[in-house]
């Protein structure tokens, strides 16, 4: 049992280049989550899903986009990449008690 | 909108010593407050989870305390180690919704 597993750990961009985050979990959870942590701020939520075909927009959207076709895999889209989205990602998953946390995707935008 | 604070954002302190750390809510309409562990480079691990209804709850050497109406609540650590040391966040779910709000974190040091 993997838990909430995220790749890659790092990634160095340039601006207007886009990539996916990636993120897989097998403990079966309908609600996922993907937040941005920033130096010294809390985690700031960016899309959720609430099972395989619903997303929903969190508090910092603008710049990204999400896909939820299966149960397991919850990819977050960066198209035109900016220095502003220069953060560490993280993914969860929610069994209606804990979320649980992957390990993180740095990524830098230079 | 929901405003999660925690106070203060950093603390060092001797090994051995007990010590609280502190998150302030804005909206004390809540379904339940959690604490958080993140070490360096790391995700964040599930401590404490305190329902809207209850006061407290006691891990261990941990202890956290919610009073809802004044928006506030503490987590108690008792005779602190050195491996205590990590940033410690709170987080709340807003009574609607399924989401929730974090803090900014407190980075604490326990010095051996």
């Known amino acids: 049992n993997a838990g909430v597993t995220q790749t890659p750990k790092f990634r160095i961009l340039k601006i207007g280049q886009s990539m996916t985050l990636q993120c897989t979990q097998d403990?079966?959870?309908?609600?996922m989550y993907w937040y941005r942590q920033d130096p010294g701020m809390g985690l700031k939520l960016i899309y959720y899903?609430?099972?395989?075909?619903?997303?929903d927009k969190g508090e910092v959207p603008n710049g990204y986009n999400v896909s939820r076709s299966t149960t397991e895999d919850f990819p977050l889209r960066l198209e035109l990449a900016a220095p502003s989205q220069t953060s560490v990602y993280f993914c969860?998953?929610?069994?209606?008690?804990?979320?649980?946390f992957g390990p993180g995707t740095r990524l830098t935008v230079l | 909108k929901q405003e999660v604070t925690q106070i203060p954002a950093a603390l060092s302190v001797p090994e051995g010593e007990n010590l609280v750390l502190n998150c302030s809510f804005t909206?004390?309409?809540?379904?339940?407050l959690q604490w958080f562990r993140q070490d360096p480079g790391k995700g964040l691990t599930s401590l404490l989870l305190i329902q809207s209804s209850q006061r407290e709850q006691t891990s261990g050497r941990l202890n956290a305390s919610l009073d809802k109406s004044s928006g506030r609540s503490t987590l108690y650590i008792a005779a602190s180690q050195p491996g205590d040391s990590a940033t410690y966040l709170c987080?709340?779910?807003?009574?609607?919704?399924?989401?929730?709000?974090f803090g900014t974190g407190t980075s604490l040091t326990v010095i051996p």
């Open positions: 969860a998953g929610w069994d209606g008690h804990t979320q649980y």
């Open positions: 403990m079966n959870h309908n609600y």
């Open positions: 987080a709340v779910r807003g009574s609607t919704g399924n989401q929730f709000y």
């Open positions: 909206d004390s309409a809540i379904y339940n």
């Open positions: 899903s609430v099972g395989a075909g619903i997303t």
